[in-house]
């Protein structure tokens, strides 16, 4: 799960070196691999989210690869491909249904798939894991996987998987929550399936938010602590191919601050662990809540091809935890933020090197998100960021901003006429960040350029996303 950073950034040191100007909170991105060459590739994602199953859970399992971009603009279409020849005496690996642009070679899947939305939890591929008849417990095989598309850094690797011995396998669903207003509540309720080969005789349902303790109520079987709330079910036994749910009686009730950026993606991650039997719960430094309990109920299901459970494990790790929970996509809808620009006068002689600075306050009432917070993709559009036109009498001789010529970003270096720069961590309303470049005087004639703010979504106000740069007036 990805949560906002909340770390802020220190005053520019560097400002003891220069004339003395107007003091600037904040520092700039420094230059990320590849930003030497313009607008980068796209850098591409694929997860897997599987490494295990029991041997014996021969009715296979589903998982929901997802892919899209992790820094560029979305693609047209990629191309997944999952060899799992090195595994094909224990494992074989499919779509789980029907799939257009997919197509099986043996051991072999390659599927060209349209990347549909720029969102990465959105693009889903979903794969089946079947152990062969003749798998064992205790084998562990690999296989390979890349995804590839024109003009993007390709992305690839080896995953491993254990086949085990008869074990509880949790795996949970995930689903998305469209329009969501920050400042809102809003139900969910996880959803979850024994899909292993041996009961479970008690379970753990763990939560991890996207803000500290939203969870709207406090159940009192349930334990909260920060960004998790942990419920333990030590008696909640399942089956091979029981399905669970969070009872509509007593919802999951997720909320984000009214702050929170607009038209972008958060999440909640559940994840459900077996409970061993007899073992009482220790929750920690966790508090217990102190409202009704929360409950959950059995879901029919028409799996009736599950083997029997094996009970002479009945109560052992998960088969494969990465799998064994799922995630709820919060969509927001939009929230303004309205950005505004500051600028002073730089003073110098000719051959002089001093320090020009520019800066940007948010007004609120939504944060901005930097490029490390919520969304990876490079040059994300609701990005804080202050675009810097060099007046022409002074070259710049030191930054860390990157050139932009046109809409095009460029590398971090001297010596351009137009630069964009980034921040690094979140600007929450009512903070002011901002950025120093070193310029030398070229010469003693007033000149000027224009100084313009970016960020969040539908700016109330753009009047004030500009100002004015004046050298030697």
Known sequence: MRTRSLRRLTAVAALALFPAVLLVVGAPVAAPAGAAAANPPAQLRLDLASRGMPAGATAG????????????????????????????????????????????????????LPMRYADFSRNVLPLRYTPTPTATAGTEVSFGWNITAPGAIEQGGMQFFTLTGPLPDFSGTSSHVEDFAPGRKVPVYPSFRNVGNAAASGLLLQISWPSSDASGRGYRNCF???????????????????????????????????????LTTFSARYQVEPLPAGQPFDPGDAVRGTGPPLRLQ?????????????????????????DSGGYFYLHTTVNPADVSA??????????????????????????????????????????????????PTVEVVQTSCFNYTGDVIGASEPGHRRYRCFFLDDVEPGTTVGVLMSVRILSA?????????????????????????HVNP
Not at 377 to 390: E, F, K, N, Y
Not at 454 to 464: F, L, M, Q, V
Request: glycine share 8%; aromatic share 6%; proline share 13%.
């Open 61 to 112: 399992k589903v998982v929901q690869a997802r892919y899209g971009v992790r820094f560029g603009p979305p693609l047209p279409e990629v191309t997944i491909t999952v060899d799992a020849t090195a595994a094909a005496d224990s494992l074989r690996i499919t779509v789980a249904q029907p799939t257009p642009g997919c197509a099986q070679d043996g051991a072999v899947l390659t599927c060209t």
């Open 224 to 262: 909260y602590e920060g960004f998790v709330t942990l419920c333990p079910f030590p008696g909640f036994r399942m089956e091979p191919g029981q399905q669970a749910a969070v009872s509509p009686s007593t919802p999951i009730v997720l909320d984000l601050a009214p702050s929170a950026p607009g």
């Open 298 to 322: 059995r879901v029919a299901t028409t799996l009736a091809d599950y083997p029997a459970a094996d009970s002479s494990d009945p109560d052992s790790p998960d088969a494969d935890f990465l």
């Open 342 to 391: 500051a600028a002073v006068t730089v003073r110098g002689r000719p051959g002089q090197t001093v320090a020009l600075p520019a800066q940007m306050t948010n007004r609120g009432p939504a944060d901005l998100t930097g490029p490390f917070g919520i969304d990876e993709r490079w040059d994300g559009p609701t990005w804080p960021s202050l675009t810097i036109d060099v007046p």
């Open 445 to 469: 004639n007033h000149s000027t350029a224009t100084v313009t703010a970016a960020g969040g979504t539908h700016d109330p106000i753009p009047g004030n996303n500009a100002a004015r740069l």
